[in-house]
């Protein structure tokens, strides 16, 4: 397409001089040139490849288009989130946020909980928390819980960067994660599409800057992108009168949120400087953000806000006695800022910590207000449409899913009468995110289009929603683009996205383009990206805001309840609630495709809730975090928990109500034996079992003395877990579900974060495997022979055993703990045994899982060798006698972890046989735990 296109081009302009590339800019083109038709065809592509062939060959400058698609990040380096994207699209207010605070700033576990807080501040004033972080090589504008307390723990590990614009493109390269300065935020705030962003203070000139030539990035960030800053200015240990000056000579204007103009020093209200201007109320601010957004100034605005309190001044004291200390010892230079940095944490004693919080949250409020200003003033001036042109393509957003695209016949029922918000039913398209093309005139620049359409005047859109506008257009004379040309650049745009109507001449409607020779043309073949918001109840934020209001309605009602949860250090399980089907043949093993007699019951199961029962009727009440669905099922459900709990109901304040979904329900079809045959489930409500859940209850898993999990969760879930456990040291016990469920977590980041997992065979060859892929390390002949042997058709213990140790061989260096049930034969331990373990007949078990979660993370220090030893059941287990083994393990788990927590000096054999005596209750019973369960039980294995 490239060289037919050059061919082409080449035919047809042969009459056209060459400009000459080293004074042409994109500004000076002039229309019907070869420079500006080719540059026309590159942009229809969005392809760098293309300008750059053309640049090459000396016809095209591609400098100069500071909105162009080129321009913007691709999708391998950005990634917006949904909730922001969504927001955006909707016209709702957003509000940036950096994370060098998180990984830089601040010390653990407060900037964790600062962070929490801040973005919880912006929501009450009714904005979306946008904040901005380095993943994994990609800038992320929206992180999730999960993803900041990677940041953090990334931070305490001193593995994360403090990104600046100066270090983005080398942390992007290496696939760094970091936290980004104000000058990074700023860059992908503006590439987002948000107005505003919060942060504690902005950088400035240091002291001696003129000698030193120390200024901060921050000041040139603003001066060349178009976002609004919200701080408390800057600390007066920079030289705020030059940094003033700076800002001046680069032409950001400084707005102080208050009574008077005194510009604002950090922990001082007043610096002694006075800002460029004043403002009394968000919506002054916001008047002034949009006229410099109308204007198209292309930069910054520093919004300083004093801080509210007098929590300031004991640390602005001690700025001014460092500042004079610094004097009087001839401090100087580039060691100036060290100096008084030092001597403020030591004459502040830690008040300097309190300040920042209290000066972060008041920014955080003011700059959520002024956006929400900011936010109902672009909607009055864009007719009310409720959305608003999105400036990145909607595959940088989300790059896995392609927009839908209009039909042809749709696309030209379109037009401005059509009012905004309409439901698309007639074609057969959802309101929402759509693809069209459209011949239309360029939109407004003011909008964050990406278009640059030579300076003509822009066609009303009437009421209809606000576009995004990707590709562009071309001009020229009829004697200069011929009808074949028309059709070589209608070929660059796929016909299910054309609409070949002209906006001013030389078009029929529906057809091609005819031409009469000296008329002007402008042919807009412009395809066009946008994204209608649904009615105020559309499924995207409304079934988000229900479910707030629910989680709300829940803490509110179970108030005491979590009060409660919190008044002592408690274990912790977190997995699924399900309701069971059991279906057991009456006659005969279950034969495929056929009707097969069945015996069938229902009873409740899930193995995150089978331990949690499994330790409650063991008298070792932990927290459960799980959540439930709607109807019937879901109060049984409940009130089955209810019933062993007796006054210990806090337990449950946990438990998610998501009544969007239906309960977690489980088929299980087993044979006579017991053993399962198949299973059928519905699992999606697991899925609420998300990390901004699962952060409410952070304190309770940092101060858990043992966290359970399994496999049912989602992979961020998982990752939340792990990371947040693994800061606070807390042991993490993995209980998995199934085969394929078993290797999700190594989907995740913080999977050698693991402390014990307590597999089957067939769940353990799943993460053996899993483990080899994520650490692409060689894998013996052995060993893959031990991953591929089917596990069920193992039928002697010492073959199992041996399968066992060489799957160990992979695994015990990334996690120090097996346990892995097999059936009948019993339960394999294999674990990593330091110099100071004196074996399982003395060491506790306790202290042993303790010690390994001080180790996790790949720091582990010392020489270990590997211990493996076979428990098996106490006594045997007729066939006739077994009526269920779903709940084997599961009792097995709760019953150890009770019985640990119980008494800390049980050795690891005790906890083994005291495991295998409570499973073993399970196996006559239809429940998945026997009601009957209790640690006496156990212990005298009756």
């Not at 083109?29 to 229809?44: D, M, N, Y």
């Not at 399994?710 to 998982?718: F, G, M, R, V, Y």
Request: with cysteine.
């Amino acid at each position: 397409m490239i060289a037919r296109t050059w061919t082409m081009l080449q035919k047809h302009l042969r009459a056209v001089p060459k400009p000459d590339i080293s004074t042409a800019t994109a500004r000076s083109v002039q229309k019907g040139s070869r420079a500006h038709i080719l540059s026309r065809v590159a942009r229809i592509r969005g392809g760098l490849k293309l300008r750059r062939d053309f640049a090459v060959k000396g016809f095209l400058d591609i400098g100069g288009h500071s909105r162009s698609i080129a321009s913007q990040p691709s999708t391998s380096v950005l990634r917006v989130s949904e909730e922001v994207r969504d927001a955006l699209a909707a016209g709702k207010p957003v509000v940036a946020l950096e994370t060098a605070i998180v990984t830089h700033g601040m010390p653990e576990p407060h900037n964790i909980d600062v962070a929490h807080m801040v973005e919880g501040r912006i929501r009450e004033n009714g904005a979306v928390p946008a904040t901005v972080g380095l993943m994994d090589g990609k800038v992320v504008v929206g992180l999730t819980p999960q993803e900041l307390r990677l940041l953090a723990s990334a931070s305490q590990e001193r593995t994360a960067r403090k990104v600046s614009r100066r270090d983005l493109a080398a942390a992007i390269a290496e696939k760094a994660v970091g936290g980004t300065t104000v000058s990074t935020t700023m860059m992908a705030a503006h590439w987002a599409g948000i107005d505003v962003f919060v942060t504690g203070g902005i950088g400035g000139v240091h002291r001696d800057g003129e000698n030193s030539l120390d200024v901060s990035a921050d000041l040139t960030e603003l001066g060349r992108t178009p976002v609004a800053v919200v701080c408390a200015g800057c600390k007066s240990i920079l030289d705020i009168g030059r940094t003033l000056e700076y800002l001046e000579t680069q032409g950001v204007p400084t707005i102080t949120f208050g009574e008077d103009k005194n510009f604002p020093a950090f922990f001082a209200p007043d610096s002694g400087f006075e800002a460029s201007h004043r403002v009394a109320s968000a919506e002054a601010c916001a008047r002034i953000i949009l006229a410099s957004q109308q204007l198209q100034l292309q930069s910054g605005l520093v919004v300083g806000v004093p801080i509210p309190s007098d929590e300031g001044k004991a640390v602005e004291a001690a700025i001014q006695q460092a500042l004079e200390e610094a004097r009087a010892e001839n401090v100087a230079g580039r060691n100036v800022t060290p100096f008084v940095l030092r001597r403020v944490n030591e004459l502040s004693a830690g008040k300097s910590l309190a300040a920042n919080v209290e000066l972060i949250k008041n920014n955080a409020s003011v700059g959520s207000r002024i956006a929400a200003e900011l936010s109902r003033l672009q909607g009055v001036g864009h007719g009310g449409g409720g959305g608003r042109s999105l400036p990145w393509p909607k595959s940088v957003s989300d790059p896995e899913k392609p927009a839908a695209r209009l039909p042809a016949s749709s696309a030209s029922s379109l037009s401005s009468s059509r009012p905004s918000g309409s439901a698309a039913a007639s074609d057969g398209v959802p309101a929402g995110d759509r693809r069209a093309s459209f011949a239309c005139p360029p939109p407004p620049n003011h909008l964050g289009s990406r278009f640059d359409g030579g300076g003509e005047e822009p066609m009303t859109q009437g009421n209809s929603p606000p576009m995004e506008y990707v590709n562009a257009v071309t001009h020229g004379t009829a004697s200069s683009i011929d009808n074949d040309i028309t059709a070589e650049f209608e070929n660059l745009v796929p016909r299910d996205y054309r609409h070949a109507d002209a906006c001013d001449g030389g078009g029929g409607g529906g057809g091609r383009p005819t031409f009469t020779p000296g008329q002007t043309v402008r042919r807009y073949h412009t395809t066009v990206a946008w994204r209608r918001p649904g009615p105020a109840g559309s499924p995207s934020s409304s079934a988000q805001e229900a479910q707030r209001a629910i989680d709300e309605d829940h803490f509110a009602e179970r108030k005491d309840d979590f009060l409660h949860s919190t008044s002592a250090p408690r274990p912790v399980v977190v997995g699924a609630a399900v309701v069971d089907v059991i279906a057991r043949p009456t006659d005969a093993d279950i034969k495929l495709r056929m009707t097969n007699n069945c015996q069938v019951s229902t009873g409740f199961g899930g193995v995150g809730r089978n331990v949690f029962e499994a330790m409650s009727r063991c008298s070792q009440h932990p927290l459960f975090i799980s959540a439930v669905g709607a109807g019937d099922s879901r109060a049984s459900l409940l009130q089955h928990m209810d019933s062993f709990l007796g006054d210990e109901k806090w337990c449950t304040v946990g438990v998610r109500p998501c009544p969007q979904h239906s309960t977690a329900t489980y088929m299980a079809v087993l044979q006579r034996n017991g053993d399962l045959f198949t299973g059928i489930g519905n699992f999606d409500v697991v899925e609420c079992i998300s990390p901004d859940w699962l952060s409410r209850f952070d304190q309770h898993l940092r101060a858990a003395p043992v966290v359970v999990m399994d496999s049912n969760l989602t992979s961020e879930a998982i990752e939340h877990i792990l990371a947040t456990c693994s800061r606070a040291k807390t042991p993490v016990w993995f209980e998995p579900t199934c085969p394929s469920k078993a290797a999700k977590i190594y989907s995740t980041s913080a999977w050698r974060r693991l402390t014990v997992a307590s597999p089957n065979l067939a769940e353990l060859q799943s993460m053996a495997r899993a483990c080899c892929e994520r650490t692409s390390e060689p894998v013996a002949r052995e060993t893959q022979t031990a991953m591929d042997t089917d596990a069920s058709a193992l039928k002697s213990p010492v073959e199992k055993n041996s399968i066992c140790v060489e799957l160990g061989k992979v695994l015990l260096p990334h996690h120090p703990c097996l346990l892995v049930t097999l059936d009948k034969d019993g339960v394999l331990l294999m674990r990593r045994q330091y110099g100071s373990d004196g074996g399982d007949q003395v060491t506790t078990l306790k202290s042993c899982l303790d010690g390994y979660a001080q180790r996790s993370g790949g720091d582990e220090t010392g020489a270990w060798q590997v211990s493996c030893h076979l428990y098996n059941l106490p006594t045997p287990v007729s066939a006739d006698s077994i009526v269920s083994v779903s709940g084997a393990g599961d009792s097995f788990v709760g019953a150890v972890v009770a019985a640990i927590l119980d008494d800390a000096e049980l050795t690891i054999s005790e906890s083994m046989e005291l495991g295998l005596r409570a499973a073993r209750t399970s196996l006559p019973v239809s429940e998945a735990i026997n009601p009957k369960l209790s640690l006496e039980l156990a212990k005298c294995g009756r």
